[in-house]
């Protein structure tokens, strides 16, 4: 994809412009075993760009609360993940962000696009990357985040949408229903959403966040925790 719309970025933050035309957008999203992003812990990460596609599961280290039980049906037994009954390989959660970590590489300076990943998917993961001790080897291959929530909510704000889940705007935009809260079906719909919202450079510029804004937001988010 062309990424005239970074070069709008960075000429507004006063920056150099780089051009290239092939920064790869990366569509990305996580399962985890509950909605608290400072406790919860990861099930699934799944990731596409164009036609790459990374999927992974990864052993829960805490229990799994109902309610995402009830959503994901992700259940755990006899030290085994399950997922609506069916027994799933999984890797520690090392090995697993290790792997996403080599997708990322082989991505032309990967931008990574989530629905709502300022404030749900990227905190999670970046909590979990610093115990891990990899969050400075994804910043160095990362080349900042999109968040998808935020840009539908500016394109279509005169379009009468009042909900902004990613389930609804797929059913009211492409005409169909999907798996949801499969991370990778959501991120299959998520690319196709994307493209189908067609936004111009400009408009994505609005809603690409930089490392440092997105350092900022969690750790703004840890302090008023406290």
């Known amino acids: 994809m062309q990424s005239d719309w970074r070069s709008v970025v960075q000429e507004g933050a006063g920056m150099s412009c780089d051009q290239t035309e092939d920064?790869?957008?990366v569509f990305f999203d996580l399962e985890t075993t509950g909605l608290d992003i400072f406790h919860c812990d990861i099930i699934q990460v799944s990731a596409i760009s164009g036609d790459?596609?990374?999927?992974?599961y990864t052993y829960p280290r805490q229990q799994i609360s109902a309610g995402a039980s009830a959503v994901t049906g992700f259940t755990v037994a006899n030290q085994t993940l399950f997922r609506h009954g069916v027994p799933i390989e999984t890797k520690t959660h090392e090995e697993a962000l290790t792997d996403f970590l080599a997708f990322l590489g082989t991505l032309h300076r990967p931008v990574l696009t989530g629905h709502n990943i300022k404030g749900f998917d990227w905190p999670i993961m970046a909590r979990l990357l610093c115990e891990l001790h990899l969050i400075n080897k994804f910043n160095k291959v990362l080349t900042g985040f999109l968040d998808t929530l935020t840009l539908a909510r500016d394109l279509l704000r005169n379009s009468g949408v009042k909900n902004f889940k990613q389930e609804t705007l797929v059913k009211a935009i492409l005409?169909?229903?999907?798996?949801?809260?499969?991370?990778?079906?959501?991120?299959?719909?998520?690319q196709e959403l994307f493209y189908a919202l067609n936004p111009t450079p400009a408009q994505m510029a609005r809603?690409?966040?930089?490392?440092?804004?997105?350092?900022?937001?969690?750790?703004?988010?840890?302090q008023t925790k406290k």
């Open 52 to 56: 790459k596609i990374f999927n992974v």
């Open 175 to 190: 005409k169909k229903s999907y798996n949801a809260h499969n991370a990778m079906e959501d991120v299959k719909s998520l």
């Open 23 to 25: 920064d790869s957008l």
């Open 207 to 222: 809603h690409y966040i930089s490392h440092g804004e997105m350092t900022h937001h969690i750790n703004y988010g840890l």
